[in-house]
């Protein structure tokens, strides 16, 4: 009886901490979703980093030659976020590695990172004081519903900001 009430209890606890999707957010209705905002462009500050995420783009079919799109399992498809990182401080400091992200799904699921050697720019570089790096990461994501991009500029920590990028 008391392990079903601590799964139930855990069960709980994990529905109350999922991303849900955005009231604003309508669906089409022919499986495509209208977003009125999306936090695309909108720079955020945390730990004297601002980070703007540019753009996402939802990737039709292979990445490359390791990652194709018949490797993704049904339902899925791999998506391209382009960020840029500014350094608000007179220090150089680092600057942000794949361990740094998480994309979140409208069910509160992590989407897997992919690590494709194709990609624009380099954030994970050391960032000059002032300075900015540029560059991308890409995930295999649902192939609709919105997604949460999360910035831990500490990864052993809870603090964040998120972008709804989709």
Request: proline share 5%.
């Amino acid at each position: 009886m008391k392990k079903s009430l601590a799964l139930l209890a855990v069960l709980l606890l994990a529905g109350c901490a999922s991303v849900h999707p955005d009231p604003h957010a309508a669906d089409t209705g022919n499986g495509t979703e209208n977003y009125e905002s999306l936090d695309l462009g909108t720079p955020q500050t945390i730990w004297n980093r601002s980070l703007t995420v540019n753009s996402f783009t939802a990737v039709k079919g292979d990445l490359d030659d390791k990652n194709t799109a018949d490797s993704l399992p049904e339902g899925e498809q791999y998506a391209r976020i382009a960020m840029t990182l500014q350094n608000e401080t007179d220090q150089d400091t680092a600057g942000a590695g794949p361990l740094n992200f998480k994309l979140i799904d409208a069910e509160g699921n992590e989407c897997s990172q992919v690590m494709e050697t194709g990609l624009e720019g380099n954030l994970v570089d050391r960032l000059p004081a002032s300075g900015q790096l540029s560059g991308e990461y890409v995930f295999e994501v649902p192939v609709s519903g919105e997604l949460i991009l999360e910035y831990h500029p500490d990864m052993f920590s809870d603090e964040h900001i998120s972008f709804r990028v989709r």
